[in-house]
């Protein structure tokens, strides 16, 4: 079984609504990370927190807003999306810098749609 | 051309048999290979990492890496219908990189 939990399993959500995911990792790791995977694609990474600080921007737009409380836990809070950010999104949590392994751990994912 | 290759498949097999995957890529620094499984509307589950070149293995699973020739593969051996899935190639240069290079994904289905 996975030690990244990720809730709620399935959102539906209107254009207007603000709703969050959360990601909780149970190994230890440092660095956490936001991904988004559309059918048929490999994951897209869209944020990276290391030692619960923003690390990694990829350019997402600010509908997509991270929050990283504590170093288990990652939010991520979502307003005024679009259709197009119907997806799969998934939470990885790694080991932080220097620790020698960067294999990361995915979460099951959170499966939304923008209606 | 995509820094990571990957034979998008569909890949089918019958149970039983030895499946195949491979991935070739372009950037010479790339040290660190990972091989993840991913089932319809899951999250994607890490099966091999791996360092440099040589070989790994792991039950059934074996990792090999080729960095001469920039070529990754994975080999399934006595497949089973559970191994159905899509496999994603993932790499990176350093172990303190946060980004990893992903290939397309390759989809399997072993046949009963």
């Known amino acids: 079984d996975t030690e990244v939990t990720q809730t709620p399993k399935h959102l539906v959500m209107g254009m207007t609504n603000k709703k969050s995911l959360k990601c909780e990792q149970h190994?230890?790791?440092?660095?956490m990370y936001w991904y988004k995977q559309k059918a048929k694609k490999p994951p897209e990474l869209m944020f990276v927190y290391s030692y619960e600080k923003l690390s990694i921007n990829e350019s997402v737009p600010s509908r997509f807003s991270p929050e990283c409380p504590n170093s288990s836990l990652l939010n991520l809070h979502l307003h005024a999306l679009q259709p197009e950010d119907s997806a799969l999104y998934l939470c990885?949590?790694?080991?932080?810098?220097?620790?020698?392994?960067?294999?990361?751990?995915f979460g099951p994912g959170t499966r939304l749609t923008v209606l | 051309q995509k820094e990571v290759e990957q034979d998008p498949g569909p890949l089918s097999v019958p149970e039983g048999a030895i499946v195949s995957l491979n991935c070739t890529y372009s950037n010479s620094a790339f040290q660190y290979f990972m091989w993840y499984r991913q089932y319809s509307r899951k999250g994607p589950e890490l099966l091999m990492y791996?360092?440099?070149?040589g070989n790994k293995e792991d039950g059934r699973f074996t990792a090999q890496v080729d960095k001469s020739s920039k070529y990754i593969s994975l080999f399934i051996r006595d497949s089973q219908p559970s191994d159905s899935a899509t496999y994603l190639c993932?790499?990176?240069?350093?172990?303190?990189?946060?980004?990893?290079?992903f290939g397309a994904g390759t989809t399997v289905t072993v046949r009963a």
């Open positions: 993932a790499m990176s240069a350093g172990s303190n990189d946060y980004k990893l290079s």
């Open positions: 791996t360092y440099s070149s």
């Open positions: 990885a949590s790694s080991q932080g810098p220097g620790e020698g392994r960067n294999e990361q751990f």
């Open positions: 190994m230890g790791h440092r660095a």
